[in-house]
């Protein structure tokens, strides 16, 4: 009689943990972004939401960020404009992306990239050799 109250136990348990742990099916990058119960209208809306490039600037002053987010965070996909002036001139460099762009003292330089590679990636004055921050790109 035991054995047959620990087999319904086990049962039991298995079958909770099977509804528990059930991979979910897999999503569109809107529906994964939209909770499950929004209409279709909102669905459209966030679309176009994210469509809206997150533009920062950045203001760098004897070799450190003195304005903006030293993390930048995004999500894969965005498309990511970056607005940088600093008081002297060098080069800043995006790990992971390898993207390169001149600064010059007076002027305001940009740099613009999608961002689909998923992870954090330093960003750094080149030549003074001066790590600034980062850059996280989280999976939609």
């Known amino acids: 009689m035991k054995f047959l109250a620990y087999l319904v136990a086990v ?8 509804v528990n742990f059930k991979p979910k099916a897999e999503m569109s990058e809107t529906q ?4 499950p119960t929004a ?5 459209a809306r966030a679309a176009s939401v994210a469509a ?3 533009v920062l600037d950045l203001v760098i002053q004897r070799g450190r960020l003195v304005t903006g987010p030293a993390v930048i965070q995004v999500r894969q996909g965005d498309e990511v404009v970056l607005r940088l002036t600093c008081d002297t ?6 790990h992971g992306y390898n993207l390169h762009v001149t600064l010059g ?12 590679q998923t992870g954090r990636f330093g960003y750094e004055l080149h030549h003074a050799k001066a790590e600034l921050g980062a850059l996280e790109v989280y999976p939609r």
């Open 52 to 54: 809206e490039p997150v």
């Open 39 to 43: 209409a279709a209208s909102s669905t």
């Open 89 to 94: 001139p060098d080069e800043l460099h995006l």
């Open 105 to 116: 003292p007076d002027k305001t330089a940009t740099l613009q990239f999608n961002a689909k």
């Open 11 to 18: 049962i039991v348990l298995l079958g909770v943990l099977l």
């Open 32 to 35: 994964a972004s939209e909770p």
